[in-house]
């Protein structure tokens, strides 16, 4: 049964957050600026054979019978969650192409902002879903959120894998943009 497929795969992640990414004691700044006594360090995780599965597994599995096109979101946190969403999901036979969007164009190559598109491809008229490691405030997703909203796409729903809960869904919700997590800080009390 799915719900219970979904609820191992979840449990299994935690402990997988937990033993990699997950510490507590120190005082660390956040992207968001802000300081926390908690923090994730998210990549170990989706580096990791098992995390990148499970991410890609349970990421896939909450897409599946939305109307979404790709999955992407901001440079580097969205890289490997996009990639193992794209792999997961061709396995499964529904397929979601990956992109990533640049904080800054490069001064070589296309030197595009949106990366992961083919030369005769654009994402005007897509709808995407940005994925984010983890959120606080939102605002790294909103970066490209409003990237990906100049180039024409719709931006169907923002998916974390780890939710703080100080303020994103806040954001998101300001912004007019649905928005879940896979997983939330209340998984690890």
């Known amino acids: 049964m799915t719900l219970e497929l979904n609820a191992t795969q979840r449990a299994r992640l935690v402990e997988i957050v937990k033993e990699r990414s997950f510490s507590t004691g120190t005082q660390t700044k956040l992207a968001s600026g802000r300081t926390s006594s908690f923090y994730f360090n998210m990549k170990p995780t989706m580096l990791h054979p098992e995390g990148a599965q499970l991410i890609g ?3 896939a599995e ?3 019978g939305e109307r979404i096109d790709m999955v992407g979101g901001l440079e580097m946190g969205a890289v490997p969650l ?3 969403v794209a792999a997961i999901s061709s396995v499964q036979g529904a397929p979601l192409q990956a992109f990533f969007v640049r904080k800054q164009t490069k001064e070589h190559g296309t030197q595009a902002l949106i990366e992961g598109l083919a030369p005769d491809e654009t994402i005007a008229g897509k709808r ?3 994925l984010e490691d983890v959120t606080t405030t939102g605002g790294s997703a909103l970066k490209a959120v409003d990237t990906l909203r100049a180039a024409g796409a719709q931006v169907a ?3 974390t894998i780890v939710d703080r809960q100080e303020g994103a869904a806040e954001a998101f919700a300001a912004a007019e943009l649905a928005f879940d997590a896979v997983l939330t800080i209340n998984d690890f009390g």
């Open 128 to 130: 995407l879903c940005v």
């Open 62 to 64: 909450r897409l599946a």
């Open 157 to 159: 729903l923002v998916l």
């Open 57 to 59: 597994q349970l990421v």
């Open 82 to 84: 996009a990639s193992a």
